[in-house]
């Protein structure tokens, strides 16, 4: 049973435009989310995360929704650059749960030029 | 620091072979994970780490799989018999403390794809 779900497998978005990614979980105990992005023969590493206190966080291009009451956040990514190319994966975790995070399935993020 | 480091980057073996894959966390981390990647399930926990001693062990998929931390800086991920379905990308993971905030996030290796014929 997948805790965290991404339904979009792949995503494609004009070099300049915005990028929306979403993810859904079920675990209403889940007060701490990420997203990762993993590039080609590498793993994925950390891109920004939000706690459940809050409902928005913004990095430079990146800006992460949360709306708990929907079970519901997206990952905002504008403006696209082809350089945003890669799978991007939503994480959660809660504190009943210790240090363990789930994962979704991933999302296929391609920036056309 | 060089990061996670994983071993090897590529494994094929033959079905019935035991499979060692291998992790050197970040110096200081107290937190290792172990993380298969599948199409199906996304990157699924197998088992993690604190101190050196296995917290949770309950997604290791069956008793063919195996994992031991002799010490902070080394960790072993064991399967044995392996088999076709085991083919997967395995990453290896590290982190510092509880989570709490921004800074304590996983830090993933490279991965070891592993294809089993």
């Known amino acids: 049973d997948q805790q965290v779900k991404q339904n979009s497998p792949s995503l494609s978005v004009q070099e300049g435009r915005i990028s929306i990614l979403n993810c859904d979980y079920t675990?209403?105990?889940?007060?701490?989310f990420l997203w990762y992005k993993k590039y080609p023969a590498e793993g994925p590493t950390f891109l920004i995360s939000i706690s459940s206190i809050k409902d928005k966080n913004e990095d430079g291009r990146f800006t992460v929704f949360l709306n708990k009451s929907a079970k519901h956040l997206s990952l905002h990514i504008v403006p696209s650059q082809p350089g945003d190319s890669a799978v991007y994966f939503c994480a959660a975790s809660a504190r009943n749960t210790g240090n363990q995070f789930y994962f979704g399935t991933g999302t296929s993020l391609t920036v056309i030029p | 620091d060089a990061g996670v480091i994983q071993s090897p980057r590529h494994e094929v073996t033959e079905m019935g072979q035991e499979v060692t894959l291998r992790c050197k966390p970040i110096?200081?981390?107290?937190?290792l994970f172990w993380y298969r990647q599948t199409m199906m399930r996304g990157l699924e926990l197998l088992i993690y780490f604190n101190n050196n001693v296995p917290i949770d062990d309950s997604g290791m998929p069956e008793d063919r799989f195996s994992a031991k931390m002799p010490n902070a800086s080394f960790s072993t991920l064991k399967i044995q018999p392996s088999e076709p379905r085991d083919s997967a990308v395995y990453f290896c993971?590290?982190?510092?403390?509880?989570?709490?905030?921004?800074?304590?996030?996983?830090?993933f290796g490279a991965g070891s794809r592993l294809t089993v014929l």
């Open positions: 675990n209403s105990m889940f007060d701490y």
């Open positions: 110096s200081g981390h107290d937190y």
């Open positions: 993971a590290s982190s510092f403390g509880v989570k709490t905030s921004g800074a304590n996030v996983l830090t």
